[in-house]
């Protein structure tokens, strides 16, 4: 998936391109760190001065262009979002039921989470749900992660089911982040799987980074 701080999706989209292909980062910001996922999509992380510590700011790109922004704190929880395509920003409520915790992911094996988004374009979405770690750990690109299961319902202001999900992705405990992986997602059209798995993890220096062009599974058709 988050601060009231301005949303990096402002100066995204926005944002030049010195070099052909490369994504640049807003003016005070360090990225650290790129992800190629296999489902046509690169995603950017970095961070930046004057944000609280242990906040990480996320651009999410794909054949199209820039698809999604969010920053979240130390323990994962969503500060702030905006969906380009749906063109609508969310921002975490001051006093969660139950936050979400990595922190208790990680020292349990399990989080529970309830917590409620708000937006001035879709109003308040209410997210009830649950993590656990499987106790496996995949390595990907040289990288380690854990594996985790999640369960989780968005609720409208009414406490109408928008949407459900349910299925596997990875947590980096180094990086404090959690990684997309498979899912099944239901919403009132009908159930339909996702899988959008980290391929490659590019750092600074390497070619590749900070790409502003996907690489994996791309060239099918986008719905």
Same mark, same amino acid.
């Given at each position: 998936?988050?601060?009231?701080?301005?949303?990096?999706?402002?100066?995204?989209?926005?944002?030049?391109?010195?070099?052909?292909?490369?994504?640049?980062?807003?003016?005070?910001?360090?990225?650290?760190?790129?992800?190629?996922?296999?489902?046509?999509?690169?995603?950017?992380?970095?961070?930046?001065?004057?944000?609280?510590?242990?906040?990480?700011? %996320?651009?999410?790109? /794909? $054949?199209? #262009?820039? &698809?999604?922004?969010?920053?979240? !704190?130390?323990? @994962?929880?969503?500060?702030?979002?905006?969906?380009?395509?749906?063109?609508?920003?969310?921002?975490?409520?001051?006093?969660?039921?139950?936050?979400?915790?990595?922190?208790?992911?990680?020292?349990?094996?399990?989080?529970?989470?309830?917590? %409620?988004?708000?937006? /001035? $374009?879709? #109003?308040? &979405?209410?997210?009830?749900?649950? !993590?656990?770690? @499987?106790?496996?750990?995949?390595?990907?690109?040289?990288?380690?992660?854990?594996?985790?299961?999640?369960?989780?319902?968005?609720?409208?202001?009414?406490?109408?089911?928008?949407?459900?999900?349910?299925?596997?992705?990875?947590?980096?405990?180094?990086?404090?982040?959690?990684?997309? #992986?498979?899912?099944?997602?239901?919403?009132?059209?009908?159930?339909?799987?996702?899988?959008?798995?980290?391929?490659?993890?590019?750092?600074?220096?390497?070619?590749?980074?900070?790409?502003?062009?996907?690489?994996?599974?791309?060239?099918?058709?986008?719905?």
């Amino acid at each position: 998936m988050r601060t009231a701080l301005a949303l990096i999706c402002l100066a995204a989209p926005a944002a030049a391109q010195d070099a052909p292909g490369t994504f640049n980062v807003p003016a005070g910001c360090t990225a650290y760190l790129t992800v190629q996922s296999e489902s046509c999509q690169v995603n950017h992380h970095f961070t930046c001065q004057g944000d609280p510590e242990g906040h990480q700011r %996320r651009v999410s790109l /794909d $054949e199209r #262009g820039v &698809t999604y922004a969010g920053v979240i !704190d130390n323990e @994962t929880q969503w500060i702030s979002s905006f969906h380009v395509m749906s063109g609508h920003r969310e921002v975490l409520e001051s006093d969660p039921a139950e936050p979400a915790s990595l922190s208790d992911l990680i020292e349990s094996g399990v989080d529970d989470y309830d917590f %409620r988004t708000l937006s /001035d $374009e879709i #109003g308040t &979405t209410r997210y009830v749900g649950q !993590d656990t770690l @499987t106790g496996r750990e995949i390595t990907i690109d040289g990288v380690t992660l854990a594996e985790t299961t999640y369960d989780i319902t968005a609720f409208d202001e009414a406490g109408n089911e928008v949407w459900s999900s349910k299925g596997r992705e990875f947590i980096s405990r180094n990086w404090r982040m959690f990684l997309s #992986g498979t899912g099944m997602v239901t919403t009132s059209e009908g159930a339909f799987e996702q899988s959008n798995r980290p391929v490659e993890f590019i750092y600074p220096g390497e070619p590749g980074f900070l790409s502003s062009s996907p690489k994996h599974g791309c060239g099918i058709a986008i719905s």
